[in-house]
């Protein structure tokens, strides 16, 4: 991928790409798939399982909109507090529970808006504040302890770490699980697993029945409140919206992405560059007969004047 | 340089460095020292220099900090805005002649007490704004058009062209010039020639007299006020306070620094990332005999928690 402007590369991005199928098997790649990948957020619908699998989400009530947005990087808009609000009033908690560190909105007319109100952010508008509140439900239905759910050592994160070694098919003990920005536990595991998660995600094949039936809850919560996952202009919720996919970003240029038809793509830039991912993922996703209407592998720059200076243009 | 999370790593940034004396030749070079850069903010002691030579900074009294502020990549803190506010002053026009394009101030703090206060992000605020200032004056002072001086064909920008190419060493006729983000032309000149023209920039050596006169003004200037060229916490403010460096960063990830020693150094992250600037940099300088005290070419991450998580680490 490289970035124009005038007539010369002013940038370079290189990444790497894996198409599995659910059952692991590699149908394209570029670099090597074996190199591990922190997943970050692109691991947020495996952390959401315990959700559907403790039966919670039945015994709370949860709708579609609760689901989603336990799987979201959100951008603090208002549909996204409401919903993680409602998560957590369900289960008999409040946002003070929240543990997700605090960050403004994504969404930058959002934060500004905040700034404006002379409200401080706090960590409910953290894009992690959906997952934390769904974390939360589950400790809330299981009787779990609720204040320190951030840690390894609490079953809940043992379980997400059971569900995304068998989602991705990595043994457990292979698993790095150092902390994510928001302080839950993240992975590691081999690009080829993301992709191969995303495939098992999006089918629920080669899964044991349970863990099938929630990928194929959560992948339909995912898909019919795209806008919970992420929100306004972002990528996640315009390719779900537009597309057969199951999509997910996550931090440092992680994307993984499955479809219907049984194959899962997962790409990292290497430079960890969130303007390249867009761009890229576009490109690859219409390579795979996955082409995205209105959008296009390929984005202009436009200077603090509107004027064109350059080109994102992916190469492979 | 490689980013690490846990015991992996999460991302990798590949970049040039070329380190050149004043008469262009190279003393160091990683990577290809001839292919071309585009300067960004880094050509801002060049663009600056018509203040100088056209005799405006004297018939318009200006101090070192309109002259510092000139040069920079401000924060938007209050000592930037009265600089340029000053400037302009001085040269007989208001912050209504800047066209230097609309963005929140640099320095999130400085962003959110705007937008706390109400107020929406003016041309004034903008991290060029200063650059504008100079370039108007030299207009004013000229009796040249200042609807028209961001446009190449601008007296002012055609003088500007020919100061980058006789400080980098290059043919006027072999410099791209597409616009900057502000609006104004920038310039493409190999790494090297950008590591000798700061090696000129800090000595005056290799120039006419008066372009040598109009090096040391502006390169005293800078270095006199080293937080009017960009502010709190900022790497080149910090560089100039600790050592004998002049220093001006750019955009996409451009670092350029001359030493009264009588060599410049130039590096480029390839992917444009600023987060390896400062690793990177204070780095390279270390391994140059420029060691910069508290600063180490090594930077842990945090999360939102303030939990060590990672860290930059240079590898050349």
Known sequence: MVLTRGGLVEGVHRGRLVVCDASGAILEAA????????????????QAMPLVLSGAADALGLGEEELAVACASHNGEQEHLAAVRSLLRKAGLTEEAL???????????????????????????????????????????????????????????RWVLEIVARMCGVERENIPVPRDGCGVP??????????????????????????????????EAMRSRPFMVAGTGRLDTALMQKTELVVKSGAEAVFAAGSPEGWGVALKISDGASRAVRPAAVAALGRLGAGVPGERGLSEVRNLHGEPVGRLIPLV
Not at 31 to 46: M, Q
């Open 31 to 46: 670099g090597d798939p074996e190199f591990p990948v922190y997943l970050r957020s692109s691991a947020k619908p495996f």
């Open 99 to 157: 543990q997700s560190g605090v960050h403004p909105p994504l969404h930058a007319p959002v934060a500004e808006e905040l700034a404006r109100s002379g409200e401080r952010p706090r960590p409910l508008h953290g894009n992690c504040s959906g997952k934390h509140a769904g974390m939360l439900a589950v400790c809330a239905h299981q009787g779990w302890d609720t204040g320190s759910y951030r840690e390894l050592t609490h079953p809940l994160q």
């Open 186 to 219: 993240t992975f590691a595991v081999p690009l080829r697993g993301l992709a191969a998660g995303f495939a098992r995600l999006a089918t629920g094949r080669e899964l044991p029945d349970r863990l099938a039936e929630a990928s194929l809850r959560i992948r």
